[in-house]
């Protein structure tokens, strides 16, 4: 599969210090008139007007900036190694359908679970055009990780999606525990534990987990890094091969691919990317037998921008 590429993730900088470039790109979603972008080592959400033009218009192929939205609140140091310690490690983006008090849905970014500093999330709202609405709610998901970790005690949730009425998130298998897997879970209870008022936590939920084995790469295991659901519940799924032994260091990419689920997690397809990227997000539209989708990568390296990139699968 050939990677086209559309943009680099540049932001508009201002008196708050933010930089001027989103760098460790780690999941988005696009809702109406606006693409969202996470990254793990930011405070902030990287916001994108589309202006009108659509997934294929000036909006995501121009190079205009975005805009920082901060959702945490503090501030992270500059030394990577302090950094790599405090950040929130946001690996998931996902929108959620109506519930309670978002009649337009939600934003739920999700941390990775890899060390107990990496347990939260935040919940923000949306309106109807598919902006932010409202302030931003933190949310605590140590006692859902906790149990998880029961099954995986290398935790690395790397993505997260709706499919029908489950919640779905995404092991990422790393070197010393090469398994990835699919966990599902009831998104009603989900969206009840997300509707209280005061503060907001997940709490343990009844899963099911499925593994999922993609293979390997000059001998490094494929994970998991995104996924997004089709309207048949088939999902479409970025993973990379990164050569590292553990859920904490970063390592160099050896290769990347695109595949496709069926909605009990059989593997249908796999194709690897060129150029190889460290690809972290995706978004998957259909339309007719086309697959279009948008691919954004982390740059593991914070004076470079993350790159968004297009491609097209066929079935």
């Known amino acids: 599969m050939n990677l086209q590429p559309l943009r ?15 760098s460790a790109a780690s999941g988005i979603v696009v809702a109406g008139e606006f693409m969202y972008a996470i990254a793990d080592d930011e405070l902030h959400l990287g916001v994108f007007d589309l202006g009108g033009q659509g997934l294929s218009g000036q909006g995501l192929s121009g190079q205009g900036a975005g805009r920082w939205v901060r959702i945490f609140p503090g501030d992270l140091p500059d030394a990577a190694a302090l950094r790599k310690a405090r950040k929130p490690d946001l690996e998931a983006l996902l929108r959620l359908p109506p519930f309670a008090a978002y009649p337009s849905g939600a934003l739920l ?3 990775s679970g890899s060390t107990p500093g990496r347990r939260g999330g935040v919940l923000l709202g949306l309106d109807g055009a598919g902006a932010l609405s409202g302030a931003p709610r933190a949310v605590d998901l140590s006692a859902l990780y906790a149990a998880l970790q029961r099954d995986f005690p290398a935790l690395n949730i790397e993505g997260a999606v709706v499919r029908g009425r489950d919640l779905v998130l995404l092991q990422r298998a790393s070197g010393g525990h090469p398994y990835n897997a699919l966990i599902r879970f009831p998104l009603d209870d989900a969206l009840q534990a997300l509707s209280v008022g005061g503060d907001l936590r997940l709490p343990a939920l009844p899963a099911t987990v499925s593994r999922v084995e993609l293979g390997r790469i000059d001998g490094v295991a494929l994970g998991f890094t995104d996924a997004a659901a089709l309207p048949d ?15 904490y260091h970063d390592g160099p990419c050896v290769g990347a691919a695109i595949g496709s689920l069926d909605p009990d997690g059989r593997l249908l397809t796999l194709e690897f990317v060129r150029p190889v990227r460290k690809i972290e997000g995706i978004d998957a539209r259909q339309d007719g037998a086309l697959i279009r989708l948008l691919l954004v990568t982390d740059a593991d390296d914070r004076g470079a921008a993350a790159e968004l990139f297009s491609a097209s699968l066929t079935f």
């Open 8 to 22: 680099r993730l540049t932001l508009a900088t201002s008196q708050t210090a933010t930089p001027d470039r989103l």
């Open 109 to 111: 970014a999700l941390g």
């Open 233 to 247: 519940g088939r999902l479409i799924f970025s993973a990379v091969a990164e050569n590292v032994d553990d859920t």
